[in-house]
């Protein structure tokens, strides 16, 4: 049976981001649920080198549980290609949601006010603050930090050469609400023709909860197609 690795995105997890599809594509695959370094039940700190780190465990999983397909959420989403970029004899196919291959400059402001805001998490909204202790236990300020610095910092960009030359198959599907996810699809197969895109009407960043039966139908065709 071929398998389905869930990337969760930013202070998430596998079960909550993934809520919709972890038990719907059990009837055809073998889905993986996997908790990043410092989120969830993962009992990996996260490092300072955030990126390489995830990468490469992921890498390690893929080694170990054998080859599949990559269905990656924002962060995730970055993680996945990453990944297939670096080690495509393992990954069968990606599928990338809340997705862009670079930060147009025009949000840089925006991410840099969004990173204090998070960085002052406690005071600005102890709610949340509450839900990711819940969620990731003492390490969680530690996985914001790191997570969200190299995010807004050092965001792994991807270049119009790598989409060019991106060997595995490839689904971009983001949500129709946001103009710049929409321009990012565009992108991804203006540079790559080979690459399959689809846009979710009525869903923002996280389409895959946002409109989960229209974005699961999307995802079997692809797998489909695929298989």
């Known amino acids: 049976m071929e398998k389905i690795y869930l990337l969760h995105g930013f202070m ?9 599809q972890k038990d719907h594509f059990t009837d055809g695959y073998e889905v993986e649920l996997i908790d990043l370094p410092g989120h969830g039940g ?5 490092e300072q080198d955030y990126i390489e780190q995830t990468i490469d ?13 990559l ?3 924002s962060l995730g989403a970055s993680l996945a290609i990453h990944t297939a970029l670096r080690e495509p004899d393992l990954v069968k196919g990606i599928i990338l949601t809340g997705y862009s291959p670079f930060i147009p400059e025009e949000f840089k402001d925006m ?3 969004q990173y204090h805001h998070f960085m002052n998490i406690e005071k600005n909204d102890q709610d949340i603050a509450q839900q990711f202790k819940e969620l ?10 790191n997570v969200l610095y190299k995010m807004t910092y050092h965001y792994p960009s991807v270049s119009e050469d790598e989409i060019k030359g991106i060997i595995p198959s490839v ?9 710049y996810e929409v321009e990012s699809a565009l992108h991804m197969k203006r540079h790559n023709p080979d690459i399959s895109i689809g846009l979710i009407p009525g869903a923002g960043h996280t389409a895959n909860i946002d ?17």
Do not use: C, D, P
């Open 211 to 227: 409109q989960h039966e229209i974005y699961n139908r999307m995802v079997e065709s692809f797998l489909q197609r695929m298989n």
């Open 42 to 46: 993962s009992t990996l700190e996260a």
């Open 136 to 145: 990731h236990g003492e390490k969680w300020k530690a996985t914001m930090k």
């Open 71 to 73: 269905l990656g959420l």
């Open 111 to 113: 991410m840099e006010s």
């Open 12 to 20: 998430g997890t596998a079960e909550t981001h993934f809520i919709h």
């Open 171 to 179: 689904l971009v599907l983001n949500g129709s609400n946001e103009l």
């Open 57 to 69: 465990y992921i890498i390690n999983e893929l080694k170990s549980k054998g080859r599949g397909y």
